[in-house]
């Protein structure tokens, strides 16, 4: 973690100053806002959560609840999450806290007592090398509470605007604040303008009905029932996750939960005739069907900490923002919408925070760009396109999921356990692929890194960083913000000689008028602040002579221009963790990996391609 950068501050690194102008209580709504958040759910506290590290923004983010959700619905974190709060400096407190899925186990009818279950399978819940993080499973509300700590310890002090309801938004294009929003504020109607608004108000929401876009899909009628228990029972399995079918009783999905008692059950219920039918369900039909299924285990019930029953259903819209298809090439989108607000599916995927988390994982850092004039707002397309495709094979995937777990006992169709296998990938949220756009690059010089799959979230493994001969993850140099990171992995040259291929491009990077480096940072910035650069050579870390690397890889910044020692890496040789064997990298000729500020692989380049790295950045990033 880097601080003092601008001079010593005393205190938690994690807490910010307020910015000037702002303030610790941050007050009533404004009438004028660059961005208007709606809904404090997973996807709308992720955004917040971004955009507050950006206090020259006005953001604002309103709540129709009285206060922070206490109790809650989603659980599961997969593996891309954990990364992503990596990134946000919360993934440790998450680590301490949360249960960590490490097998997932598999139950049957025992064929010769068919009314008793027996252990059928046990498989290792995320493979390993998947990801350099673990599945986790730790309450949505306290997700919640470390994304608002996040806001309250940013420069910006922002705050969640509870008892804050939208009820109508319109939009007006010739307008510099081209959405008006009407918001009942603590019993008081008000009119707010923004330049952009955000709908992340789950699926009833008011944001996706004012663009004109419906949620369409198909419901299954089945209905799920939930609950967070303190069990006394006999179950062997109990601290393991675990997928339970009975012969004719029903199944479970049970998780257990953060603190070393708690567990959560999903159990299947009924077939239901029609929508609305679920609301007769009580708890005790729940516990009494659990313990059903259990049999011959006892499984008594101490304390329901939450519980709710619910309808599996799948649905999606067909774009997720305000621009009609056949408008793209003439405006820009204003209005976005996220997560539930555009897609619902199944809870048993453990998804839906994921996904949702993501959406707006993807479009915080493309707002800020734009806002603070460092790309085009044609990148603000690239959100819907993007998501909407991912949302979609998350509703693909669920559906044979929901089939899978509710297919009888014996019959045809592929196994739970193999389904679970072969979908590891999937629900460790490491299945996202953005497909080729202005943003990712076609596959030409995927063969320089193969295990760095262009358009996938970067995988990162540990290294040794040379500046203090720490061992870290690579991806641990990604932060919540808008940089491209530029990682050069050098050829097996001497990267001291002047004419290698690293240093002929750091020094092209620096100090040539064509660098996209110099064409997009404006003199005033820190030289990285829009495209930073990290070298990672094939040398023992004892075998560079620090002093003599390029400049560019360590870089003067901040008000006092001091050296940054954190961008110059070699293999982790100590634990055997050869970075350029593990992904694949072309020792020979190197190569350059470019990476989103959302931690996804853009484009891989040869060390020489200055031509196509121009190229690739001038297309969304604006001359400055
Ligand atoms: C009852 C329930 C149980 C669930 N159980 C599970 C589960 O067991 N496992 C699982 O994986 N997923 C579960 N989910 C789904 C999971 O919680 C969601 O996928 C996830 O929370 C989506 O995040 P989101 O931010 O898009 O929306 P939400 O979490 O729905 O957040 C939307 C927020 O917007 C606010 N809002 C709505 N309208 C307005 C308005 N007009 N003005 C101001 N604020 C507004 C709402 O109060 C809410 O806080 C459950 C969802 C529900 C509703």
């Given amino acids: 973690m880097q601080f003092h950068i601008n001079g010593f501050q005393g205190g938690s690194p994690k807490i910010s100053l307020p910015a000037e102008g702002r303030e610790l209580n941050q007050g009533l709504l ?208 109990i601290r393991f996750k675990n997928i339970i079918k009975s012969a004719d009783s029903g199944n479970i999905l049970l998780i257990p939960r953060e603190g070393g008692h708690l567990v959560r059950i999903y159990v299947e219920l009924d077939k239901l005739k029609q929508r609305g039918e679920s609301k007769n369900i009580t708890l005790d039909r729940l516990i009494e069907a659990s313990k059903k299924i259990f049999h011959p285990y006892t499984f008594d019930v101490k304390e329901t900490a939450w519980w709710s029953v619910y309808e599996v259903g799948h649905s999606i819209t067909d774009k997720f923002d305000d621009v009609p298809e056949d408008e793209i090439e003439n405006r820009f989108p204003h209005v976005f919408i996220a997560g539930d607000a555009c897609h619902t599916h199944s809870a048993k995927a453990g998804q839906g925070m994921n996904v949702s988390m993501g959406d707006t994982f993807n479009l915080g850092w493309k707002l800020i760009s734009v806002l603070t004039e460092k790309c085009d707002e044609k990148l603000l397309h690239t959100y819907s396109s993007e998501r909407q495709a991912v949302a979609q094979g998350l509703i693909d995937y669920d559906h044979k999921w929901a089939r899978v777990m509710s297919a009888p006992v014996g019959s045809n169709t592929v196994s739970v356990k193999d389904h679970f296998i072969e979908g590891g990938t999937f629900t460790a949220g490491l299945s996202v692929q953005y497909q080729p756009s202005i943003l990712t690059g076609k596959t030409t010089y995927q063969n320089l890194a193969s295990g760095f799959e262009i358009g996938k979230r970067f995988h990162s493994t540990p290294v040794h960083r040379v500046g203090d001969g720490k061992i870290v993850e690579l991806s641990e140099t990604i932060k919540v913000d808008t940089k491209w990171r530029l990682y050069a992995f050098a050829d097996f040259s001497n990267p001291m000689d002047e004419n290698s291929a690293i240093y002929r491009l750091c020094d092209y990077l620096e100090n040539s008028p064509q660098s996209p480096i110099v064409k997009h940072t404006l003199k005033s910035e820190d030289i990285d602040s829009v495209i930073s650069i990290y070298g990672i050579f094939q040398q023992r870390a004892h075998n560079l002579t620090f002093e003599e690397l390029p400049s560019i890889l360590k870089p003067l910044i901040g008000k006092y221009g001091l050296k940054d020692y954190e961008k110059i890496y070699t293999p982790d040789f100590k634990n055997d963790n050869n970075i350029f064997d593990m992904r694949g990298i072309n020792k020979e000729k190197g190569c350059i990996v470019i990476v989103r500020p959302d931690q996804y692989v853009s484009n891989i380049l040869p060390l020489d391609a200055y031509e196509e790295l121009e190229k690739f950045f001038a297309e969304f990033l604006l001359k400055r």
């Avoid at 990364?83 to 806290?97: D, H, S, Y």
């Avoid at 470390?146 to 008892?163: A, H, P, R, T």
């Fill in 30 to 237: 404004p009438e004028e806002l660059d961005v208007l958040i709606i809904g404090s759910g997973p996807a709308g506290l992720t955004l917040a959560a971004q955009l507050s590290h950006y206090p020259s923004i006005n953001t604002r983010i309103i709540e129709q609840k009285e206060g922070p959700m206490i109790l809650g619905q989603a659980d599961g974190v997969s593996c891309r999450s954990m990364e992503m709060f990596q990134a946000f400096g919360f993934a440790e407190e998450v680590l301490k806290e949360g249960y960590w899925v490490n097998e997932t186990n598999f139950w049957k009818p025992n064929k010769s007592n068919p009314n008793e279950i027996i252990r059928d399978a046990r498989v290792q819940d995320v493979k390993d090398g998947l990801s350099w993080m673990p599945h986790i499973v730790l309450n949505q509300a306290r997700i919640h509470d470390m994304y608002i700590d996040v806001m309250k310890n940013s420069s910006s002090k922002l705050e969640v605007d509870y008892k804050c309801s939208l009820l109508s938004l319109e939009i007006n294009l010739e307008d510099k604040y081209p959405i008006k929003a009407i918001v009942e504020e603590k019993g008081r109607i008000k009119t707010i303008k923004a330049k952009y608004a955000v709908g992340c108000d789950g699926a009833g929401s008011i944001v996706r009905k004012a663009i004109g876009r419906e949620l369409k899909g198909d419901r299954e009628g089945q209905a799920w029932g939930v609950m967070d228990v303190l069990p006394s029972t006999n179950f062997p399995d």
